[in-house]
């Protein structure tokens, strides 16, 4: 007796993670406060989890802030009119999470649940990283974790999304 439920099938997510400037020198780039790994790396557990969550990973990094926010125009409003809505965005908008009021009101146009994420524990650090222009657009934030943070981010979106869809 074949015991596969069709309506429970869970649909699979397509989420796009955004890194903004210099996180393309992790593992280089001040080892003490970000740790050892290289950015590769991550993207590949990010891979890996998103599989097991049945979620596919679309993963980019830039130092240009119009570059990130066209990634997220894009994500929301494709310009292939063949393409469809990403399900979500898991960000680490680096340095611009304290200044860009742009990358803020791009997230804001879109809609979509983002979640931002940092290495660092950025409220134990100075005081200009205490202030996030993205975070009252976010279903929420998760920092200190060190490149786990990713991994955490990507799950708490996909249960975020899930819940929405069948509550
Ligand atoms: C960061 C924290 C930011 O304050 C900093 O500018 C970064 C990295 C983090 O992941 O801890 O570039 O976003």
Redesign the pocket.
């Known amino acids: 007796m074949s015991t596969t439920n069709v309506s429970s099938a869970r649909p699979e997510l397509r989420v796009l993670v955004l890194h903004g400037?210099?996180?393309n020198l992790l593992g280089k780039r001040e080892p003490g406060v970000?740790g050892t790994r290289d950015l590769a790396s991550i993207e590949q557990e990010l891979i890996t989890v998103g599989r097991d969550l049945g979620a596919t990973i679309d993963s980019r990094q830039s130092n240009h802030e119009g570059v990130l926010i066209d990634w997220i125009h894009d994500a929301a409003y494709p310009k292939d009119p063949s393409g469809s809505r990403v399900d979500g965005i898991v960000i680490?908008?680096?340095?611009y999470?304290?200044t860009s009021i742009a990358i803020r009101d791009a997230i804001a146009a879109t809609n979509l649940p983002v979640v931002e994420v940092?290495?660092?524990n950025?409220h134990a650090r100075e005081p200009f990283?205490r202030r996030s222009m993205i975070t009252p657009v976010c279903v929420g934030v998760i920092a200190g974790f060190g490149p786990h943070s990713y991994a955490l981010g990507l799950r708490a979106l996909v249960g975020y999304v899930r819940a929405r869809v069948s509550p």
């Open positions: 400037p210099n996180l970000y680490n908008p680096g340095a999470t304290h940092h290495l660092s950025v990283r």
